[in-house]
């Protein structure tokens, strides 16, 4: 089992920044990939990025250039640098796992929630313009 808890969620002004983290209960960097996700109102979840234990890292196209995902394996804990934030990344964010050793070719693939087997409560993100 792989317990997620996220933080750092908060509100910001269109342009700022946040950085999100998230612990886990055990260590994660060589088995399992991680992956950010957010929901917002009446929305589907959608995966934001995603990070294998290679370090490498997949991003949705809506963020790429503006958010970073990184893991520090010493601590456990997985980050989203989030920069220039737009009041369309209001969300709930999520922390997620998966068991494996590389990403998916294309983020449709990877970014499948059903891929996902361990989840943390979220945070939220709100962009005010």
């Known amino acids: 089992q792989v317990q997620l808890v996220e933080s750092g969620g908060g509100s910001v002004q269109s342009g700022g920044s946040l950085r999100l983290s998230c612990a886990t209960s055990?260590?994660?960097?060589?088995?399992?990939?991680m992956a950010w996700f957010r929901q917002a109102p009446g929305k589907e979840r959608e995966g934001v990025a995603a990070?294998?234990?290679?370090?490498?890292?997949s991003y949705a196209d809506s963020v790429k250039g503006r958010f970073t995902i990184t893991q520090d394996n010493a601590k456990n804990t997985l980050y989203l640098q989030m920069n220039s934030l737009k009041p369309e990344d209001t969300a709930m964010y999520f922390c997620?796992?998966?068991?494996?050793?590389?990403?998916?070719?294309?983020?449709?693939?990877?970014?499948?929630?059903?891929?996902?087997?361990?989840w943390g409560q979220g945070t939220q993100v709100t962009v005010s313009s």
């Open positions: 055990r260590y994660t960097a060589s088995t399992y990939c």
């Open positions: 997620a796992a998966r068991r494996g050793q590389r990403l998916y070719y294309y983020n449709a693939d990877e970014f499948r929630v059903s891929r996902y087997n361990y």
């Open positions: 990070i294998a234990p290679d370090g490498s890292a």
